[in-house]
């Protein structure tokens, strides 16, 4: 694959062959799903590309967890994917596990999701729906204030990486809802409408 962009399918399968996990799988769809959504609305040349960065952002969580965003580098540059991949994909654990600052649009996005989508997710879950084809922003917003809610997900990295897109948080959630709603299917987030 040197100096040639992945296909999605590579990436896919590059995925699978690093992680097992259904929730991680999930969680990098509603990714892929989103960093897609939004490079649409930024009208982007290459939203396959922002698909598949991501898709595979979370590459080396499963197998090398105290690794994260160190591990994903050497085995992507294994996989001769180009380099923005790379820094992109590595950028969204800064200062968290790296101190690759997001600079680029898509590092940015990347960021900010990536946190939200999990976020998202438990808010989806928790309604008697089960569903993210009914959920509203305003639920998120609640849930955002619970700190006891999905404990795990750290809001203050969300609200940075909003910060640096220069974004509305409350524009970033609609957008965000709207975008795995297109892949609800996919993540299991139907639910029982």
């Not at 952002?57 to 994260?68: G, T």
């Not at 795990?152 to 990486?161: Q, Y």
């Amino acid at each position: 694959m040197a100096n040639k962009k992945p296909t999605r399918k590579e990436a896919l399968e590059l995925f699978k062959k690093y992680n097992k996990s259904d929730s991680l799988l999930r969680h990098g769809l509603s990714v892929e799903a989103t960093m897609k959504h939004f490079a649409e609305l930024f009208n982007e040349e290459d939203v396959e590309k922002w698909s598949i960065i991501g898709l595979i952002h979370d590459l080396d969580y499963e197998m090398y967890p105290n690794e994260h965003c160190i591990k994903v580098q050497e085995i992507l540059r294994e996989e001769s994917y180009p380099e923005d991949y790379i820094r992109a994909i590595a950028s969204h654990g800064y200062e968290i596990c790296v101190d690759i600052e997001p600079v680029e649009k898509m590092e940015k996005v990347l960021y900010a999701i990536d946190e939200l989508t999990g976020l998202i997710t438990a808010v989806a879950l928790l309604r008697p729906s089960r569903s993210i084809l009914d959920l509203e922003p305003k639920s998120v917003k609640k849930k955002w204030k619970d700190k006891a809610f999905a404990a795990g997900v750290d809001r203050a990295i969300i609200e940075k990486g909003i910060e640096m897109l220069g974004m509305e948080r409350d524009e970033v959630i609609k957008e965000t809802i709207l975008a795995m709603r297109k892949v609800a299917d996919k993540i299991d987030l139907q639910g029982n409408l």
